[in-house]
């Protein structure tokens, strides 16, 4: 075995147990946690492979009969999923499988960052500690963007620090490329520019700093591309996700928080509230409370300053983010860019103390600290065991509308949940049976409305006028206790 293979032994071994983590329920039905997110993301990739493989033209299931564009971030992985299924037939394992490929790259460009910034072996912490994180090893296999966003966020800033390191034009290319892709897969990546620019400033005067023309341009190279991106897909969507969120909920909640007192404490509040979510679905207890003391165990050297800066700066911007953005959608998902920094820190801060202690390799230590990984991983699986739990009635009975509908039937699903809407293998629309009026179905039906799916009866004989209107249609026999109604056939007397 030569000395290079040797070498990457470690690092092959945390991928293996990475893998091994992330492959945990891969095949479950697209009803787990976060099943709506998991859903839109589900149909976008299949409407891709069935309507138009446009990546820029992303459509959901629900709003009534297609086109329904959407405006979101760039569908990378529902992109390159739907080109499996082009291929070999709809399976969402594909897009796990590319979910878990993106989670896989992280763990290794840490190594890669942890290595340039401290050392090989706090590279390797790093790596494991990303590898075991529950918010890593949870979202590194749903069907969401978060993951290929962390993947990208993750390279432009190590391409960026060894860019600030070399001056290497290669460097600041990928920089560049890694940059581009992370804003376009999700804006919350955008937090990375403050650090990069904090670097900048820790490695030149304020002045020098204001005349690199390098800045300039990895600012323009990479917003361009998600500027005509978004732009494009605000102009042609009927939903407005980005921009609705924003201006209906982030901005106005920013302005009572920046205006109010009351609102300012009740942020304030919110934040903190914010640090269970993180020290447990996120990072993990273990990970959380090293990730605190790291601040103080980083080693002293040359490069102090620079790191103090870079990580510094990269945590006011996250706080700031989480003030804005996440006491407003206060989803666990939306703490994930702190990850990579936490890794790190915690990475630079074992290895320092390691060599402070003159930790020597012999077996006994080698089996505590198997022993302590083992409690470490099991603690963050505890963690997110939940996460993995699906309803398998609402499964058969989604499976079940998907067998006996006609294909291509226009159907309004009353239930909240695209990811249900997604089982069911039909487009349409997804309503609350209860705020669903008379109005509402009878204009879904000139559009196109075959069925009425009541998912949730209660709330549906809650509203007693549309209830009423309904009993005028046939039922479709089903086994599940769901009713669905046939708005094409007149009910027989007695149906009810």
């Not at 005067?205 to 605000?234: C, E, M, N, Q």
């Not at 919110?270 to 605190?292: D, E, H, K």
């Not at 804005?324 to 666990?332: A, F």
């Amino acid at each position: 075995m030569t000395d290079a293979v040797r070498r990457r032994l470690p690092l092959l071994g945390i991928l293996v147990l990475a893998a091994a983590l992330r492959f945990y329920g891969v095949h479950n039905p697209i009803l787990d946690h976060p099943g709506w997110r998991q859903g839109d993301e589900a149909a976008i990739a299949r409407n891709f492979a069935q309507l138009e493989n446009d990546i820029g033209r992303p459509q959901t299931d629900y709003d009534g009969p297609p086109p329904n564009y959407v405006e979101l971030e760039l569908q990378i992985v529902p992109y390159l999923a739907a080109q499996a299924y082009r291929a070999f037939g709809i399976h969402e394992i594909f897009a796990r499988m590319i979910v878990i490929a993106f989670s896989l790259g992280t763990v290794v460009l840490l190594y890669l960052f942890g290595r340039d910034v401290f050392s090989p072996r706090a590279g390797l912490l790093a790596a494991l500690a990303f590898a075991v994180a529950p918010g890593a090893v949870y979202y590194g296999r749903t069907f969401t963007p978060d993951t290929v966003m962390l993947f990208f966020m993750t390279g432009t800033l190590y391409w960026w620090w060894r860019f600030c390191d070399q001056r290497e034009r290669g460097d600041f290319a990928w920089a560049v490329v890694f940059g581009a892709l992370a804003w376009l897969a999700k804006p919350v990546a955008l937090i990375a520019f403050v650090p990069i620019v904090a670097l900048e400033l820790s490695r030149q005067s304020w002045r020098g700093a204001l005349k690199d023309g390098y800045l300039y341009a990895y600012a323009a190279l990479t917003l361009i591309p998600s500027f005509f991106y978004f732009r494009h897909v605000h102009a042609i969507a009927e939903w407005h996700w980005a921009s609705g969120i924003t201006g209906l909920h982030v901005l106005p909640a920013l302005r009572t928080a920046l205006t109010s007192a009351h609102g300012l404490l009740a942020a304030l509040q919110g934040m903190l509230a914010l640090l269970r979510m993180l020290a447990s679905t996120v990072l993990g207890p273990v990970l959380f409370a090293t990730f605190l003391g790291a601040w103080f165990a980083l080693p002293r050297d040359g490069r102090e300053r620079d790191r103090q800066i870079f990580f510094g700066a990269w945590l006011v911007a996250f706080a700031v983010y989480v003030f804005t953005v996440v006491n407003v959608e206060r989803v666990d998902y939306y703490l994930l860019p702190v990850l990579p920094l936490a890794v790190l820190m915690t990475g630079g801060a074992l290895d320092n103390l390691a060599t402070l202690i003159a930790l020597r390799p012999r077996w006994t230590t080698a089996a505590a600290l198997a022993a302590a990984l083992f409690v470490v991983t099991y603690a963050s699986m505890l963690e997110i065991h939940a996460y993995y739990t699906w309803s398998r009635p609402v499964y058969a009975a989604a499976s079940e509308l998907d067998r006996v509908l006609p294909r291509g039937a226009l159907v309004v699903m009353g239930h909240y949940d695209p990811s249900v809407l997604y089982v069911i293998g039909r487009k349409g629309w997804e309503e609350d049976p209860l705020l669903w009026t008379v109005h509402d179905m009878q204009s879904a039906q000139r559009k196109g409305a075959a069925y009425f799916v009541a998912v949730e009866l209660p709330r549906l004989r809650a509203n007693k006028p549309l209830y009423a209107y309904l009993q005028r249609f046939a039922r479709v026999p089903v086994s599940s206790g769901w009713r669905v109604y046939d708005m094409r056939r007149p009910a027989p007397s007695g149906n009810g």
